[in-house]
């Protein structure tokens, strides 16, 4: 396994190159799910049934010839796509982003786009080659036209709804003896909006959000459902700022988290 790993690892972790209307674009194959197998590889290269795809051979003495494993995470490789999709491409989907103490609603805009469904089998086809061969040639993956699922009246709802609420003032968190106020400045940090089936949803950044809480809320433990007692996590957090943020009043915008969840 150990010959194996040395010999297809780093080419399983090279970057794929990939082509979206033009633009050259990297996509890294552990990020997308696609990954190399090294102990069902061996498995099969040293039993009885060879199935010949890729020859490992010398790896073993002996001129063998056995499958690479190489399993595809397709929710994991359409999200990555998604995200390229993003980047490349002339379409663009409305959003609303967060800056310091304001809102501000983006239309989207028609264009072309990454067709994710249609690139999942090229990119597939692309990451085997790359593992046998050592190397890959760009793919050129499809594009398609596309119109923003996010409409003006799902901007503005969302505007009225969440995002205007969302920055009228400071939300304070509170766990046990211990609180925080998140505003102007650190809520662009960790607020976004994400389209979901032709609506925008408010997206937390966990990651930014336990930056800016830092340890404020140390020591407070939260007896879970299970009956265990564990630290606030940020998740809890987001929880809590959630329902802060569409707070009309001093009061709404004041919540706390529940330490005991039984």
């Known amino acids: 396994v150990a010959k194996l790993q040395t010999a297809f690892g780093k080419r399983s972790a090279t970057p794929l190159q990939l082509t979206v209307g ?18 069902t590889t061996v498995r ?7 199935n ?31 995200e390229l999709a993003g980047t490349a491409g002339t379409a663009s989907e409305g959003t609303i982003t967060f800056d310091t103490g304001k809102a501000v609603a983006v239309p989207g805009k028609a264009g072309t786009s990454l067709d994710v469904d249609s690139s999942v089998d090229k990119v597939t086809k692309a990451f085997r080659e790359l593992v046998a061969n050592g190397k890959a040639a760009p793919v050129e993956l499809p594009t398609a036209t596309k119109e923003p699922t996010i409409t003006q009246a799902e901007l503005n709802r969302a505007m009225k709804e969440f995002a205007e609420p969302a920055m009228s003032g400071t939300v304070t968190v509170k766990a046990g003896t211990k609180s925080l106020a998140f505003g102007a400045k650190s809520l662009p940090k960790i607020l976004s909006m994400q389209p979901v089936q032709g ?4 997206k937390y950044d966990l990651e930014a959000l336990k930056a800016t809480y830092g340890n404020a809320f140390d020591g407070v433990l939260i007896t ?35 330490t005991n969840a039984n």
Do not use: C, H, W
Not at 23 to 39: I, N, R
Not at 227 to 243: N, S
């Open 52 to 82: 010949p795809v890729t020859v490992i051979g010398s790896l073993f003495g002996v001129e063998r010839t056995a499958a690479a494993v190489m399993p595809v995470d397709e929710e994991k490789l359409k999200d990555s796509l998604q």
């Open 199 to 202: 609506k925008l949803v408010e």
């Open 22 to 39: 033009g633009k050259t674009v990297e996509l890294k194959p552990e990020k997308a799910g696609l990954t190399l197998d090294s102990q």
């Open 44 to 50: 099969n290269a040293t039993g009885s049934d060879y």
């Open 224 to 258: 879970r459902g299970t009956g265990a007692k564990t630290p606030v996590t940020p998740q809890d957090v987001a929880g809590a700022l959630g329902k802060g943020l569409v707070g009309k009043t001093p009061a709404e915008r004041v919540v706390s988290i529940d």
